[in-house]
């Protein structure tokens, strides 16, 4: 008789199921190297929700897929093809036409005015 089910045990079920398959990066479409062990690697394999926990989307098999660490975290709560909600506004004139999110730290921008969609920044240079 199996062990009464723990949440996380069909969250690892669904991860198992997903890795099996070793698809590639659903987010750069680039394969996955599924032997990293390194939670905290950039590139290790993550479960991603096509629609995010935080936008109503559910936590059936279906609505999961691989992805990147790093990609997983660039994706955040942005909805797959979505661009009616959270259309980015016209480049900036002035000093800023090309936006580089990452570098946005290093030139001293506000978190309030970083672009749609930005919810954080990191110093690391990918
Ligand atoms: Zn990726």
Not at 58 to 87: E, F, I, V, W, Y
């Amino acid at each position: 008789m199996p062990k009464k089910w723990r949440n996380n045990t069909i969250r690892d079920r669904h991860r198992a199921v997903i890795a099996a398959d070793e698809p590639p990066c659903a987010e750069c479409g680039r394969a996955i190297d599924y032997t990293i062990t390194d939670q905290y690697d950039p590139w290790v394999f993550t479960v991603d929700h096509v629609v995010p926990l935080a936008l109503g989307g559910s936590d059936l098999l279906a609505n999961k897929q691989a992805m990147h660490r790093l990609c997983n975290l660039k994706k955040g709560d942005r909805l797959p093809g979505c661009t009616t909600s959270k259309q980015r506004p016209a480049p900036r004139t002035g000093r800023d036409s090309t936006y580089e999110p990452t570098t946005a730290l290093a030139r001293g921008i506000p978190a309030d005015q970083l672009p749609p969609g930005v919810t954080f920044v990191t110093g690391r240079d990918w």
